[in-house]
């Protein structure tokens, strides 16, 4: 055997002992794969152990390479996003069923995140601000995107926009959850440590901390009460002192741990990027049980006004990452969407 021939079959055992691992963005911002290379020097460990075999964000990988592999020929595919479009559905779809592992990546995927706000909205309300209402469009014609547009050389086609922004596991079974907007990049290479010496935790597990950020926060907490909620415009904290305490919203007694405490840290409230701990269903139902314990007040119209005045937009407070994956999932809508759409895709639910 040649020395061209050592080499080729040596790279060829080495490529057949690796994993083959997939990364796909769906609805999503780019943020975690920023972070997946946060890891650093890491990446080689990563790339000594594992075929990076699809990941559109890096790499010039086709749909068609994914369906025409084996089902479960991916051992590990971390999928961030939520599902916004009839693409996006088809893709967790076909990776659910190539891939042994199917771990939901980042909030996005966990729970809906920013993009799950739309869901206060329908698909019709939202192309009419985006298409016709903003100050700065110009579309006299009021062309609207459509799934299927006929031109002389035949039809073009783009994704259906669903009505409802759903999260991966409303759309397929995941194996694990990876939450944080972005997840830490030590918290990725942690749950990557896991996957590559088979040590996960049992399917259906968050892979990470199951306590808060309140109990990783070296503030002073004196179980005091307040009579107002503060805009953080508003007032300059106490370094040492419990954020929620001096009358700022901070979502650290409902937020999971795993963020290294990072926004109390620097004097700013925590936001709730990691979604709920694990003994919570409902973020925004844990956040509010945690802020009605330090209003200092049993009078119900001196309660609203604390509210109103400190709270003035409370599903962004209190959904701001998980209003996709939490009990109320979508804000009412106008009326029920007809042909194409959620209704179509997800047998009528909404």
């Known amino acids: 055997m040649s020395k061209t021939e050592n080499m080729a079959a040596t790279e060829a055992a080495e490529a057949k002992s690796k994993g083959k691992l997939a990364i796909y963005w769906a609805a999503s911002c780019g943020g975690c794969e920023i972070s997946t290379l946060g890891i650093d020097t890491k990446i080689l460990d990563l790339a000594a152990a594992f075929d990076i075999v699809f990941c559109p964000c890096i790499t010039d990988g086709k749909t068609r390479d994914v369906e025409k592999m084996a089902d479960g020929e991916i051992d590990v595919c971390l999928f961030n996003g939520g599902i916004r479009t009839s693409e996006n559905e088809y893709m967790a779809q076909l990776l659910r069923r190539k891939s042994k592992v199917l771990v939901a990546f980042g909030s996005c995927a966990t729970e809906g995140c920013i993009p799950g706000l739309a869901n206060l909205h329908d698909r019709k309300s939202i192309f009419d601000n985006t298409y016709q209402e903003t100050c700065s469009t110009d579309n006299e014609a009021g062309v609207r ?18 009505d409802t922004l759903r999260t991966l596991d409303q759309t397929v079974k995941v194996d694990y959850y990876l939450p944080g907007c972005p997840p830490e990049s030590d918290r990725i290479w942690e749950a990557i440590e896991a996957i590559m010496a088979g040590q996960l935790p049992p399917p259906g597990s968050v892979i990470g901390s199951n306590t808060t950020v309140c109990d990783f926060c070296n503030r002073t907490r004196s179980e ?3 009579k107002e909620f503060k805009r953080t415009w508003e007032v300059i904290p106490d370094p040492d002192t419990c954020l929620l305490e001096q009358g700022l ?3 650290g007694p409902a937020t999971r741990a795993g963020c290294g405490c990072l926004c109390p840290q620097v004097n700013s409230p925590c936001i709730g990027c990691y979604g709920p701990p694990g003994d919570a269903q409902d973020f ?4 509010m049980s945690a802020l009605a314990s330090v209003i200092d007040s049993n009078d119900p119209r001196e ?8 709270i003035p937009d409370p599903v962004g ?3 701001r990452f998980s209003l996709a994956g939490s009990l109320l999932r979508r804000g009412k ?3 029920a969407e007809n042909g ?3 209704q179509a895709a997800t047998g009528g639910a909404s």
């Open 145 to 162: 995107p459509q799934s299927v547009t006929q031109v002389p050389e035949g039809d073009l086609h783009l994704p259906v926009f669903y």
């Open 224 to 226: 005091k009460k307040i």
């Open 249 to 251: 919203v901070c979502c």
């Open 284 to 287: 925004g139902a844990r956040l």
């Open 303 to 310: 309660i609203q006004a604390i509210i109103e005045r400190g």
């Open 317 to 319: 407070t209190f959904y």
């Open 333 to 335: 809508r106008p009326e």
């Open 340 to 342: 194409h759409g959620q």
